[in-house]
């Protein structure tokens, strides 16, 4: 069964969502519980959470969870406005279709020559997606957002010293929307004594965001039982078990940390043991009880006091440790151990360095080492030394129940990713088209490119040095692209349609096919522009075939490489391009600088939507007016919602109009709202949102498969066709 | 192979606590729970009504745990009390009435998520600030020389579980048991941290309550057979120990990841064998008088130390190894081969015991805070209950008892949580409170209506006070004039009082916040995602 992919049914879905997580929204947001079928229950407001909650059966629903989780795993945040805005996209869309539906009843095509028209149109709008994406956007936050940029940090030196007011705002506006009413403060509290205990120095701030947020789970404890109010920060690091061993030590406690049993076993993997006497047991045995007891001799010798173990470790171990004043902690996770590995930078002890009398490097200081007592639950407490500029901490959390613990160590995690983000630079380029001349050069294009699909192997040839990675996995399917194009071609498509098609994609193609700068590559450069061409198509008709999610997040993935290094690529023409004079364009790098933050309650989205319209007025190509103009009104959406329940003065209305007279008489805006949210982060979801909807527009069919889901999908699922 | 399944959609529900089914279960269970609360509640009986076996309980823990609870809000509510209760062992009625309460009132007022939960953490700070603040005066100081509130504590604990079916006089015995257990893990010697040690219940089920008792040390389970083989004891003034927690069975240890070949005529199994005798040959010539083992001893090793009058004790398990370890001084022995000295301890007695039908060995320690506590009851459904009453000695256990004074907190004392105090009254009578205290007093149903309170009344709810002093009644839930709580209380009057009702401070305020915080939890509530997979 296939139904048409329609800009409608994406509405539907869309709408439907967004009902869902609107009411989680912003700081009058509300919680959502869900059930398991094994009986746990989770209270949540992430949205990326909910969504895979619901487990959608509608193949669109599915995709843009997909897309929402993707960009979840990156940014850690905005799953909400996510969907919101994507949302509020479709439906501009729609309206625009709506209008122009009248000219296509006039027209009096058949139906079906009538669904690929819609079809078509849709691709032409994504295009414009993406080339508002790939220019307007960066041109519009560099020349005109960034004035109003404020930042995280006190001072723009090197060291960039952290303002602990303004971060205590950002982590604020973040976890209303994140966790309870009634416990947000509390946790982001917590949340940013955590980060200040945790970064021994200004500089370390990005180290100590890329360990927490890796080895997040690890420096959590959590708690059920006790209220959220008891959680707390303790020193040091806490491991869920408890000592084998336990030794009391003062003063100089020596750690190792070993991999294997320190008693030698019989025998080992791959050989074998021959006994041929009672004797030769009896003393092999001796020899294992006298070598163990010698390491741990040894290990006494270096005034160690701890070992830790990855593997269970055999009583005579255990029984030796203890003889020796040896505090023993076995199974440690492998997590657990690269955590510590990272921290105090100590390698595992090598056993058959035992015996010889070299100095070993392979122990490390700890300040304590004591058992822990939480909930009549025993821990093990290390008072590790670290070696980087992380102070090791660990966050205790508790909760009535299980789900809330988890929701706030969710939300814990998800502000980790999110500051880490914060703390990169956000690197913008793009386009300043002093002329149209691509535009004439846009026929050429498309005459070489019919060409190429007789040249295969000469396209593929040529392509392998600019795009060196990607190449070898595109190769095959480059190939099956161009089949397909001239199958695509045979179709009812009027040809007209597949050439405005290609212009209309030109300032992708220019942009691409401009920056290879050998002079060997370019005499293929209007090859190399059809096959940038091509992706698109290709796309298409991918998701137009499999309905399977998993390739699909594939293919935009690899789409995304692509788009990567043309703007990687871009770099190098700089200087090529005064040589040549070859274009009338010019390149502009720059960037947002770490840290940049606006105050919330929508202000990102009513300036992005300001200056949009303003673009959109001087603007002289149509259909980066008509999108500049949707994006612009989709922005509003996310601001409507989260000012729905206020009245008066503060209602959306009156805010929206005060913002933009403040905008155009040049005086500073003025927010009633104290907090802050990071503008990476929002400029990372409107590309996401942008990316998702140009793979909805792009999808033509959607075909239901009545198999049962298979282990792992094939690629060539397009031939069942 | 497995074939994978296409997961069902999951069932969504917005503003689920707008719906008349859960308001009619949340009602049924409110009403489950008050009629249990305090020492007249009701008991509950528990059954599938296919076999299996019939609880009765008045208590939250083994009520909630076997009530099967369907809807996923209840399920929220219950298994934050379940988590409440596994951490502090008491007052988990008391947090489940106050969060079903809180989640009614709202309901009934109208007032939007928002508001009300915002005004209920404001009252919950409120709250916590005066119960923690020195100005309370529902507090009372335990002073540990004086076994008398303490007493009172257990006593008003075990009183509030009707279903153990005790006589006064088996509580006053129970309590006292109890408390002496409690004075006996306290280490002698106290520094300002102080670890408590453990007490080990020992079940004994078809003997009479009174029969039950306290022992120092520690008692192990023999069957009838291995006591004939148990020597007679001699006499001596301390034994020395060994503990293994290796096995002694004469098995071959993990011989690793290969292969090992055994040559055709060599006998691992009296290699091992001679090895455990020449372990047995060191134990005898080290003057060891009791090998204890963790798993089993051979047999032959059994009968070598037994003709060297070595008691032999194996298969103790490894949940007494650390008791036992603590009690002897020994340090577990994990080899075969040698055996360092230090490793042995020492107990200062010896003997084997016969409580009921169950024979016992009885290790006494020269100086240690482990003890035996021996529960008897007549039958199971009884004993249960018991047995999870004798837990709240855990309580005062694992609040660390860094202090040496217990904040204790009396009965019925919050204005706030008045329709709590009054389920505390079950058999159709009248609740008062005095404008003087704010204590709580009640009336038998019957009472004439009128004039002499002080007729009436005898004692407060918690027994502090009793009618003598002038006091302003007035009914619960009635108009009446804000009050002043007076803020010091009497150490006089604490001391004169013989029979007092208290609770545990700790875990009520916790109680307190843990109820607030569950309820505003369930009023937040937007949607609820049911995966039905």
């Known amino acids: 069964m296939a139904a048409p992919g329609s800009v409608r049914a994406a509405l539907q879905v869309a709408e439907v969502l967004e009902t869902v997580v609107s009411c989680c929204l912003g700081p009058e947001g509300r919680q959502v519980l869900c059930t398991k079928p094994t009986g746990e229950v989770l209270l949540s407001r992430d949205g990326g959470r909910l969504l895979k909650a619901l487990h959608l059966e509608h193949p669109i629903a599915r995709m843009m969870v997909a897309c929402v989780s993707s960009h979840i795993r990156k940014t850690g945040d905005g799953a909400k406005t996510f969907i919101i805005f994507l949302c509020h996209l479709l439906r501009e869309l729609h309206a625009i279709t709506d209008k122009e539906k009248d000219s296509f009843f006039s027209e009096n095509i058949q139906t079906h020559g009538r669904h690929w028209k819609n079809c078509c149109q849709w691709k032409f709008i994504s295009q414009a997606l993406l080339t508002f994406q790939t220019q307007i956007l960066d041109y519009v936050m560099d020349h005109y957002l960034s004035r109003h940029f404020l930042s995280i940090f006190s001072s723009s030196t090197k060291e960039r010293p952290l303002c602990r007011s303004s971060l205590e705002m950002l982590l604020g506006a973040y976890f209303c929307g994140r966790v309870g009413r009634n416990n947000h403060n509390f946790v982001s509290q917590l949340m940013c004594d955590y980060f200040f205990k945790c970064t021994a120095c200004e500089s370390g701030c990005e180290e100590v965001l890329e360990l927490v947020d890796d080895c997040f789970v690890e420096l959590k404890v959590g708690v059920t039982g006790l209220p959220v109010s008891d959680s707390r920060i303790i020193a040091g690091l806490v491991l869920p078990r408890d000592f084998s061993v336990y030794c009391p030590a003062d003063g100089d406690i020596r750690i190792v940390i070993v991999i294997e049993t320190i008693q030698p076993p019989f025998s080992t993997f791959g050989s074998e043991f021959i006994l041929n006497s009672e004797a030769q047991f009896r003393t092999s045995q001796f020899w294992i009880t006298e070598r163990t007891k010698a390491i741990m001799k040894y290990l006494q010798k270096q005034n160690v006091k701890l070992l830790l173990s990855t593997v269970k470790q055999p009583d005579l171990v255990i029984y030796c440790a203890g003889l020796n004043g040896i505090s023993v902690v076995e199974c440690l996770s492998s997590e657990e151990l690269s955590l510590i590995q990272r921290v105090i930078g100590l390698a595992p002890f090598v056993l058959s360095q035992a015996s010889s009398q070299y100095e070993p490097s392979n122990t490390a200081m700890v300040k304590f080492c004591k058992p822990f007592i939480l909930r009549s639950k025993r821990y093990v407490h290390l008072g590790l030394i670290s070696t980087c500029s992380f102070t090791p901490h660990c966050i205790v959390l508790c909760g009535p129940v299980q789900g809330l613990v988890e929701q706030h160590q969710d939300a814990l995690h998800g502000a980790f990713k999110m500051l880490r983000q914060l703390f990169k630079d956000l690197d913008l380029n793009y386009v300043t088209q002093a002329s149209d001349q691509n535009c004439t050069s846009s026929p050429l294009i498309y005459k070489n490119s019919r060409e190429s699909n007789d040249l295969p192997e000469i396209v593929n040839g040529s392509i392998q040095r600019p795009y060196q990675d990607t190449v070898v996995k595109n190769k095959d399917e480059l190939a099956k692209t161009q089949t397909y194009l001239k199958a695509y071609s045979n179709l009812v498509v009027p040809s007209v349609e597949l050439e405005t098609n290609i212009l209309c994609s030109t300032p992708t193609v220019t942009l691409t096919a401009t920056y290879q700068t050998d002079a060997t590559l370019r005499c293929f450069s209007p090859n190399k522009a059809r096959i940038m061409d091509d992706h698109e198509p290709f796309i298409e008709s991918n998701s137009a075939n499999s309905t399977t999610e998993n390739t699909r997040r594939e293919i935009s993935y690899e789409n995304l490489q692509v788009t990567k290094n043309a703007r990687k690529g871009s770099i190098l023409p700089v200087r090529d391009k005064s040589l040549e004079m070859c274009t009338s364009q010019s390149y502009c790098f720059s960037s947002v600088p770490a840290g940049c933050v606006l105050p919330v309650g929508g202000n990102f989205e009513i300036l992005l939507h300001y200056y949009l319209l303003n673009y959109a007025k001087k603007c002289r190509q149509s259909e980066e007016t008509m999108v500049s103009m949707i994006i612009a009104n989709a922005l509003l959406g996310v601001p409507k919602i989260l000012y729905k329940s206020k009245k008066g003065n503060y209602s959306f209305p009156q805010i929206y109009i005060r913002a933009l007279h403040a905008l155009q008489t040049n005086q500073p805006m003025i927010s009633n709202q104290t907090g802050l949210e990071s503008v990476a982060g929002k400029y990372r979801l409107l590309t996401s949102v942008l990316q998702c909807l140009t793979n909805i527009l792009t999808i033509d069919l959607v075909i239901n498969i009545k198999r049962q889901p298979q282990e792992i999908y094939d690629q060539d699922s397009e031939e069942e066709l | ?533």
């Open chain 2, 1 to 533: 192979m497995s074939r994978l399944e296409a997961k069902k959609p999951s069932f969504c529900r917005s503003e689920p606590l707008t719906s008349e089914r859960v308001r009619a279960t949340l009602s049924v269970l409110k009403g489950i729970v008050t009629s249990c609360y305090g020492p007249a509640g009701r008991l509950k009986q528990l059954h599938n009504g296919l076999g299996g076996s019939v609880c009765t309980t008045s208590q939250s823990a083994a009520l909630l745990a076997n009530l099967p609870v369907t809807h996923p809000i209840l399920k929220i509510l219950t298994t934050s009390v379940q988590n409440h209760v596994s951490c502090f062992s008491d007052g988990g009625l008391f947090t489940a009435i106050l969060c079903c309460n809180l989640v009614e009132n709202v309901q009934r007022i109208g007032l939007t998520p928002t508001t009300v939960i915002k005004l209920n953490k404001q009252l919950l700070s409120l709250c916590t600030s005066y119960l923690k603040s020195e100005a309370c005066g529902c507090r009372i100081p335990v002073n540990f020389s004086s076994t008398q509130i303490l007493l009172c504590l257990v006593r008003s604990i075990l009183t509030s579980k009707p279903a153990c079916m005790l006589t006064t006089k088996e509580i006053d015995h129970i309590s006292t048991l109890i408390l002496r257990a409690f004075l006996l893990i306290i280490p002698e010697n106290a520094q300002d941290h102080i670890i408590l040690g453990k007490s080990i219940i020992v079940p004994l089920k078809r003997q009479r309550v009174i029969e039950s008792t306290v022992l120092p040390g520690i008692l192990i389970e023999i069957s009838e057979v291995q006591l004939m083989k148990i020597l007679p004891i001699k006499k001596s003034d301390s034994f020395k120990v060994a503990l293994f927690c290796v096995s002694l069975s004469g098995d071959l240890s993990d011989t690793g990841e290969g292969n090992v070949v055994v040559s055709y005529g060599v006998s691992l199994e009296n290699a091992v064998l001679d090895q455990l005798l020449n372990l047995g040959r060191q134990l005898v010539s080290d003057h060891v008088d009791l090998v204890l083992c963790q798993k089993v001893i051979h047999p032959s090793l059994k009968q070598f130390l037994r003709t060297h009058h070595v008691i032999a004790v194996d298969r103790v398990g490894v949940a007494v190894m650390e008791p036992l370890s603590k009690v002897t001084g020994t340090r577990p022995i994990g080899s075969l081969d040698s055996i360092s000295p230090s490793s042995y301890g020492s107990v200062k007695d010896l003997c084997t015991a016969k409580f009921g039908f169950k024979h016992f060995f009885h290790i006494i320690p020269n100086e240690a805070t482990v003890c035996s506590l021996l529960l008897c009851n007549r039958n199971d459904t009884a004993w249960d209950e018991l047995k999870t009453r004798s837990e709240p000695e855990g309580i005062l256990r694992d609040d660390g008892c860094t202090q040496t004074e217990l904040q204790l907190i009396t009965e019925a004392f919050c204005s706030a949580l008045e329709s709590l105090a009054g389920s505390l009254e079950h058999d159709g009578g009248e609740v008062l409170t005095d404008g003087k205290y704010g204590h709580f007093w009640s009336v038998q149903a019957d009472s004439p209506s009128v004039v002499n309170w002080p007729d009436v009344l005898s004692r407060c709810g918690c027994g502090l006070y009793s009618s003598q002093e002038e006091l302003s009644w007035s009914f619960l839930r009635s108009a009446r004039l804000p009050f002043v709580p007076q803020t010091c209380l009497p150490c006089e009057a604490t001391d004169s009082a013989g029979n007092l009702t208290l609770d545990c401070f700790t875990a009520k305020l916790s109680g307190l916040q843990v109820a607030v915080e569950t309820a505003n939890l369930i009023l937040d509530l937007a949607y609820v995602i049911e995966d039905k997979n």
